[in-house]
């Protein structure tokens, strides 16, 4: 393939329009998915290894989630409000806080109190603010036409930053344990690099000009009406919010540690294997985001987040059809090749179809029904994963349920087209 047609298909030129702010929060992205990156791979054996039981870091890790959602939704929704720069700066100080309570501590009530009103990713995934009201942000510095482009790359890069923490991670605590570290003194030292770069996160924060804050009138407050930081737009976002809150519930059915315990169960895959899988499975992912930009400025936002959205989830259910291990790879690999083209896309038009003033809360609502959403279904996943009889079960709830949200999704949406669609 020529490279200048590479080129165009990745649409490197979006990234020469990222301002200084832009370029800042590329960087935010980045140290945040590798800190969070890193603390997935030893949270978990940190606690025990403190001390506490299963069932006691299960709890804490619920709370911790809980109370993220929480923290995200009162930040985002006053952040167009208050000042974007200073709710970001506000979720690094209270990253910087979890990350040291829990390095300097083993006590239960201290570490869930640290947990619920700090910010702690056990997962990997973005918790707290930052996602939402970057995203605003991103909106406000680059041009229309751009942002699904940038939103791509901003997804690229996380996934990027996630994978490289935790090879950081299991590279380090591995080291430190060969010059006969304890296990739980080399998984503390990762937790102190997570708060490490959670201030690292406050300085960078600090460096945002006012370009990235919402709009203001003249008297130096914005327009927003309501509690919830949306005025005009909430009847918009909140359908959006429960499509989002069913999709999300659809995919909480194979999240990948069911799928990758699937596997196990289905044809004896060993964790090693596995881990290739899903590497494999996430870098098409990540790059599979790039391309969606080229099909949104062809297709539209709506269409494009339908048409590859809606057959990645009749691959799904196909996965455990498949006889045997190499078609079920290869089959979750086609999955994942288009599964996350609706994820820049999706960012991008709530981008859109939301007043500039509203965005922060409007991502901050939308990413909150998510993760409500992904939540719930683990513990009914859970229930037929015990019995052997309905292990193939999740796979099929899952992608009947996401593509009832793709065929509802345009239905409501497709005639609301984003600004830079109908121009």
Known sequence: MPMNTLASIL???????????????????FARLFSYGALSVVLVFYLTGLGLSESQTGILLTLTLLGDTLVSLFLTTQADRIGRRRMLITGAILMVGAGLIFASTNNFLFLVVAGTIGVISPSGNEVGPFLSIEQAALSQVIPARQRTAV?????????????AGSLFAGLLTQRLQQAE???????????????????????????????????????GSTTVKGSLGIGSSRAVVLRLSGLFALDAFGGGFVVQSFAAYWFYLRFGVNPATLGGIFFGANVFAGVSALVASRLASRFGLVKTMVYTHLPSNILLILVPLMPNLSLAILVLLLRFSISQMDVPTRQSYTMAIVRAEERSAA??????????????????????????????????????????????LYRAFVRLQPPEEVE
């Open 11 to 29: 649409n490197r030129s979006a990234l020469q329009h990222l301002t200084r702010d832009g370029a800042l929060l590329f960087l935010t992205r």
């Open 181 to 219: 570290v304890t296990p739980v003194g080399s998984e503390r030292a990762i937790i102190l690099v997570y708060a490490a770069l959670g201030f690292l996160l406050t300085l960078l924060f600090s460096r945002l000009s006012s370009a990235a804050e919402a709009h203001r009138d003249a008297g």
């Open 363 to 408: 991502a901050g609502i939308t990413g909150v029904a998510r993760t409500t959403g992904a939540a719930l279904a683990p513990v009914f996943a859970g229930l037929l994963f015990a019995r052997p009889s309905l292990i193939n079960l999740p796979f099929f709830i899952a992608g009947a349920l996401k593509i009832a949200y793709d065929l509802l």
């Open 151 to 163: 939103f791509a790359w901003y997804t690229l890069i996380g996934a990027v930053a996630t994978a």
